[in-house]
Structure formats: structure tokens, C-alpha cells
């Protein structure tokens, strides 16, 4: 399903709070019965079912087996609802954009293995890049395989872990970019989408020529060398993470799987970013290294300038407290590392088991915190009484993608 951000006129004020109760009954249940949609929505006068009905008929799609009908936000199972995708892209647009972030969303500027890019714009006519992360879309086995690690989280992992990689990324961005690392400008976050400034530029597996290739290599190798030395690797530096301008200014982007240097895999993962940029510079601009045994006439680099991981002076703790100061947590980050390297191992930690004893016991409790978020939530509402209706608020953009 295509983001038809033009749906988003044709919601009330009570559908989108009937799309949040959906997405906190999530938390806690796959499918999440009607009866509980309506209590943590709690409008007047059963509003809720009406609601329910009017949202299943926006953008409905053909029918699945059990599953009794399908709109652009919801599935209606025969036992209760559950987000569609979009449905969740809504919900974080509609609260940035309430919050004054951007007012428009325009084309779709990139697919990544798991996020869509689009361009938003804001009042002044600003362009942004807002990234919905996806994580499960592609590795949708993984994410159940994952299951058992996640034990009751499993039944929202989608949202729980699109969330966290968004909110890694953007306090990773944050991060790095108040030290000095050429990063995308971290504005905004909002479940799983982050909203940073365009980069102006392709990426580098888009550069067919450069005009000094050493220097961008040796640019590139130094980010990852100073990028250790402030304890972290990125874990994915290649040329579809690298961008690139006209006047060949580097930028770095995508950063939810990036690990401290103290991982117990740190140099094999700081190996591999090293390896990637070699390999590209050899293949693509024909430099060639000493390693190589010099079998070309091209630019010879000195394997020498090969960084060893071990002969560089790391600070693990360098960026630890820029992070901490972001809101993601320790435990945030270990539920996402654990995901993304795909080790369903049991963690020792205490804390990890905290939510696990008795699963009703814990559904019930955090209801209760969903019905807390909800009135300030309604209370925010309020305050904002010129808020009316998103069709005041959006001004879309009809271009086509
Ligand atoms: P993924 O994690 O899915 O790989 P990326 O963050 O790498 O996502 O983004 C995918 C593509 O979107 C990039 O290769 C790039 O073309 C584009 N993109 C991402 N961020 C920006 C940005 N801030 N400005 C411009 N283009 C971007
Ligand atoms: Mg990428």
C-alpha cells in the first residue's frame, strides 16, 4: 500500500484517538479485542464501534483469508484490530506535524532494506527527509523467530522494535553530530519515524567518477578510525550509506545497528566497515593497494593505511552520556542489538526478565499506564483547541511519487 497522505483529510479527531487506542492495546495483544479498543478510547456514547466501522472503510482492500477486512489503518480480525503500517505512519505524522515539524509530506526519495524516505516540508518551504523505519518488513521471519526472546512482546515486535530503531537512530544522529561527524541534522522523532534534514547529494554507489578518489577514500577511513576512537562502528558502512555532493563533501546516514566498540564482535564489525570502502575503492576507482601485489598501473595506496582495529586508542564511553541524555535507554538499545544481530540468546541481566513472570499481571498494569498516556494525551488535546481536525493543519502535497 502506497502512503496516500491525502487520507489524512478524511480524519477526525476520534479516529485518530480510536487508531491510538489500537496502537496501545498493541503493546500487549496481536490482535487487540474491540471491547478493550473502546475502553482505553473511552469516547462518549459507544462512539468507538462507529468509529471502528468508518475507519474500516477508508482505502478497504480485498479481503485475506481470516482476517474479515483490511483499510489503509486497520486489519479487523474476527477477534479484534490490529495496525496496519500505515496506520501507524499516521499516527506519527499527525504528531510531528501537530508539533510543528513539517506541514506536508511530499515524493518518496529512497527505499532502504528497512525504512521508506520521503521528503517533508515545513512552513518556510523547507525540505526535510522523514525515515519510517520498517524493521520486520524484510526479515518478517526473523522478527518471529525472535519470538521467543521478545515472549510477550512478540505480539507488537513490529512497532516495539520499528520504534526503537528509529529513536536509536535519531539519538545516534544527535550524537555524532555534536561531535563533529558529517551526519544528517537530527530534527525530530516520533515513533518510528525520524525526520532529519535533506542531504543534498546521492550515495556513493550512485558516483561513477570522482575527482579525487584517494582523498575521499582516506575522508571515509578516517570516519571509521575517529568513529572508534569515540568508541562506536557503524556496522554498515558501505556505498549505499555514504553519501555524496557535487562538491564531494561525505555524509554518513543510517545508524540503528551500530555497536560500542566494547561488543564482543566489535572487530570483526570494524573489519568488515574497513574491508567495504576497500573493496568499493578498488572496484570502483580502480585504486589499488599493496595488498593487491600491485598488478595495476592505478593509484597504489599503502596497505600500511590499512587501520588495525587494536592499534587505535578507544574511548567506550566518549558518546555514552550524549546518548544517555537522549532518552534511549540501555535496555532499549540491548532488545534492538539483540534483534538486529539475531541472537535469540537469554540475557543474564535482571532486568530483562522484570516484565516476564505473569503476563496478565503485566498486561493489566501497563493498560493502565496506556489509559494514563491517553488522558494526558486528551489533556494535550485540549490545550491544543485550535487544533481542529487535521485538515487544518496538513497541507498536503499531491505530488505523485
Ligand atoms: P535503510 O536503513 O533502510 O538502508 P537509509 O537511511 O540508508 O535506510 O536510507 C535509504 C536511502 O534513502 C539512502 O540510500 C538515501 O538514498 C536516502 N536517504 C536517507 N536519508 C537521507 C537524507 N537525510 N537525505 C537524503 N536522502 C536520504
Ligand atoms: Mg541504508
Known amino acids: 500500500m502506497k502512503l496516500d497522505v491525502n487520507v489524512l483529510r478524511y480524519l477526525s479527531k476520534d479516529d485518530f484517538r ?27 456514547h459507544g462512539g468507538t464501534y462507529k468509529v471502528l466501522k468508518n475507519l474500516l472503510k477508508i482505502g478497504s482492500l480485498v479481503k485475506l ?37 513539517f506541514t506536508g509530506v511530499g515524493r518518496q526519495i529512497g527505499v532502504g532494506k528497512e525504512s521508506d524516505i520521503f521528503e517533508v516540508a515545513q512552513e518556510d518551504g523547507t525540505i ?11 526479515s518478517f521471519r526473523a522478527v518471529k523467530s525472535k519470538r521467543d526472546y521478545l515472549r510477550h ?37 516520533n515513533r518510528h519515524c525520524v525526520i532529519m534534514s535533506l542531504v543534498q547529494g ?17 575522508k571515509i577511513i578516517g570516519i571509521v578510525v575517529r568513529l572508534a576512537e569515540h568508541g562506536l562502528i557503524h556496522c554498515d558502512f558501505n556505498e549505499f550509506n555514504i553519501m555524496i555532493d557535487d562538491e564531494e563533501k561525505i555524509t554518513m546516514i543510517d545508524f540503528p545497528q551500530m555497536v560500542s566498540v566494547s561488543h564482543r564482535n566489535a572487530q570483526m564489525y570494524f573489519d568488515r566497515d574497513i574491508e567495504c570502502i576497500f573493496k568499493f575503492f578498488r572496484k570502483r576507482f580502480n585504486m589499488s593497494f599493496h595488498e593487491d601485489k600491485g598488478e595495476s598501473e592505478e593509484t597504489e595506496v599503502d596497505e600500511n593505511s590499512r587501520p588495525s582495529f587494536f592499534d587505535i586508542t578507544k574511548d567506550a564511553n566518549a558518546l555514552d552520556r550524549d546518548l544517555e541524555a537522549s532518552g534511549f535507554t540501555r535496555k532499549e538499545q540491548t532488545d534492538l542489538d539483540k534483534f538486529i544481530e539475531g541472537g535469540v540468546e537469554k540475557s543474564e541481566d535482571s532486568d530483562e526478565d522484570e516484565e516476564s513472570d505473569d503476563e496478565e499481571q503485566t498486561c493489566e498494569s501497563n493498560e493502565e499506564g496506556n489509559l494514563n498516556e491517553l488522558k494526558s494525551l486528551q489533556l494535550q488535546d485540549e490545550e491544543q483547541k485550535s487544533s481542529d481536525g487535521v485538515e487544518a493543519e496538513v497541507e498536503l502535497d499531491n505530488t505523485e511519487n
Not at 162 to 185: G, Y
Not at 202 to 218: A, D
Open 128 to 138: 526535510l527527509a522523514m525515515k519510517l523505519h520498517r524493521l520486520g518488513r524484510t
Open 202 to 218: 546521492y550515495p556513493m554507489v550512485q558516483v561513477k567518477q570522482l575527482q579525487n578518489p584517494e582523498t575521499i577514500f582516506e
Open 65 to 101: 483469508q481470516n482476517v474479515m477486512a483490511i483499510s489503509f489503518f486497520l486489519f479487523c480480525l474476527d477477534d479484534g484490530f490490529r495496525l496496519t503500517y500505515l496506520g501507524y505512519d499516521f499516527l506519527a505524522i499527525k504528531t510531528l506535524v501537530n508539533r510543528g515539524v
Open 18 to 44: 480510536v487508531l491510538t487506542a489500537v496502537e496501545m492495546g498493541m503493546r500487549n495483544h496481536e490482535i487487540v479485542p474491540s471491547e478493550l479498543v473502546e475502553r482505553i478510547a473511552s469516547l462518549k
Open 153 to 189: 512482546r512478540s505480539s507488537f515486535s513490529w512497532l516495539y522494535l520499528s520504534r526503537l530503531a528509529a529513536l536509536k537512530e535519531f539519538a545516534f544522529m544527535k550524537a555524532l553530530e555534536e561531535h563533529d561527524f558529517p551526519v544528517p541534522k537530527a530534527i525530530d522523532c
